[in-house]
Structure formats: structure tokens, C-alpha cells
């Protein structure tokens, strides 16, 4: 008898850790919670403002992400991690979906999937006022940052002769800069010009025949999100939404654009 009570509370606890498990389990569609995964060091994007006294992600991605949240009858949780820890944390489905200015690349498609495109950027080279790097070819020779595990890695792999600085965040590599520590930087048209706006030292020019750089968020090999989140994308296409949030952080007087490179 006392054995058997033994094995039921055994499995009595094992079930109950179970549920537990799969209750914190952030992949479970089901669920109320959308848990979102960014890296909160791309302004526009997403960035941490702290006006308020307290920490708060914001950005393009994050209303998208809200909006989308919302139509779907959820609510968001978001979880700021580096950029190169983004893929992984799909992969180990510790995230539901993730909005980081992600660019769906075909590398990346083998191991996540990704919604439709929702904007369009380009790459720059940010280099110090007057340094005149304006071409993959000027970059010769020159130390040159990019995120770990972006596209931008990828564009710097392929300029010959330069010595690539591959930095966990987009502050760390404008901050490389202004030391001189590096000469320059790749980085986003619209990302370059929040920290030019917040750094009259520093300078952007457009690379030349650069790839695109477009944003689509991206999900768990067979998430059944994407269906139920490419509608709402669509939607805020035809309704004017996606314009009315372009404008409010990448429009030329936002004020986002300033407070949010404010180093
Ligand atoms: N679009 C580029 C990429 O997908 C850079 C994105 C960086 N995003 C960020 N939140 N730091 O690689």
C-alpha cells in the first residue's frame, strides 16, 4: 500500500511538472502570450527607452508586433537578447516570433521561417565625418565593424582586404568608431541615420549596389503564425497603418530618430 501511494505521488509529480513545463513553454500557440524575442539596439527598430524612469522596448517593430498581437487577441511578452542569439532561440523554441529588423536571407530560411517582407532598407558605410569611405573599394585595408551574425557580416565578408570587426551590439560598433578604434561600420540606411542624427561627428554613405535589407518577422520551422500574421501585414499595407508607423519612426522629423540614438 504504502508503495503504491509511493508510485502516485511519483507520478502525481511528474505530471504536475509536466503541465508546468508546458505552461511556461513560450511556443505554445495556444496560449494568450505572443512571446516575442528582440534585439533591442536597432532605433528605429527597436531600442530601450528610458524617459520614463523606467526601461521600455520600443520602435517600428514593436507597434507592428503589438498590433498584430492584438488582432489575434493576444498579449505580447518581450524578450531582448543579442542579435546572433535570435535564430537559436527559435530554434529552441524559447520564442514565438521574432521582429529585429531580421532580413530573410536563404541561409536563414533553412532554419526558420519568416512572414512576408514589411520594409525595405538598405546598407550604408558610417564612418567619421570626412573620411571619405564611400565604396566597398575604399574600405581596403580599413578596420571595419558589423553586427555578429547579420547580413552586414556577410556584405563585409565578401569586400576583400578589409579586417572585419564582427561587435554583439549596434552602439558598441558606432562607439568603436568615434574612439577610432575601427574606421568604419556597416550598417542600415535607416539605422546610420538615427546615429548620425545623435552623432554630428560621424557620417553615412550609401553602399553602392548593396543588397537589400528588408525586414519580415520570423518563426519556428512550421509555426502556424505566419498565416494567422501575413493577413494583418497585408492589412496594415491597404489600411494605411504600416505608412502611418513608417512615418512616426523613420519620417524626417521623428522624434524617435534622435531620442533614439541619444548616446
Ligand atoms: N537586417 C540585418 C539582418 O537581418 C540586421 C538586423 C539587425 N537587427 C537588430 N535588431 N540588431 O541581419
Do not use: H
Request: glycine share 6%.
Amino acid at each position: 500500500m504504502k508503495r503504491f501511494k509511493f508510485l502516485l505521488t511519483a507520478l502525481f509529480s511528474t505530471l504536475l511538472t509536466l503541465l508546468v513545463v508546458t505552461a511556461c513553454n513560450s511556443a505554445d500557440t495556444n496560449s494568450n502570450v505572443l512571446v516575442m524575442a528582440t534585439s533591442a539596439d536597432y532605433p528605429p527598430y527597436e531600442f530601450i527607452d528610458s524617459s520614463s524612469g523606467q526601461e521600455e522596448i520600443i520602435g517600428f517593430d514593436i507597434d507592428i508586433a503589438k498590433y498584430i498581437a492584438e488582432k489575434n487577441g493576444k498579449t505580447l511578452q518581450i524578450n531582448n537578447i543579442d542579435f546572433n542569439g535570435l535564430i537559436p532561440a527559435l530554434q529552441a523554441k524559447r520564442a514565438d516570433l521574432v521582429m529585429a529588423g531580421m532580413t530573410p536571407t536563404e541561409e536563414r530560411k533553412k532554419s526558420v521561417d519568416f512572414s512576408e517582407v514589411y520594409y525595405e532598407a538598405k546598407n550604408t558605410i558610417v564612418s567619421k565625418k570626412g573620411a571619405n569611405l564611400t565604396t566597398a573599394d575604399t574600405l581596403k585595408g580599413k578596420k571595419v565593424g558589423v553586427q555578429l551574425g547579420s547580413i552586414q557580416q556577410g556584405v563585409a565578408e565578401k569586400i576583400p582586404g578589409i579586417t572585419m570587426q564582427p561587435l554583439n551590439k549596434i552602439n558598441e560598433i558606432v562607439q568603436e568608431i568615434k574612439a577610432g578604434r575601427i574606421e568604419a561600420a556597416i550598417i542600415e540606411d535607416t539605422v546610420a541615420k538615427g546615429y548620425i542624427a545623435a552623432n554630428p561627428d560621424l557620417e553615412f554613405n550609401l553602399l553602392p549596389n548593396s543588397e537589400e535589407a528588408g525586414s519580415a518577422i520570423a518563426f519556428p520551422k512550421g509555426s502556424p503564425l505566419p498565416a494567422r500574421f501575413n493577413p494583418v501585414l497585408q492589412e496594415m499595407k491597404s489600411n494605411g497603418k504600416l505608412e502611418e508607423l513608417v512615418k512616426k519612426w523613420f519620417g524626417e522629423d521623428s522624434p524617435a530618430l534622435k531620442k533614439a540614438s541619444g548616446a
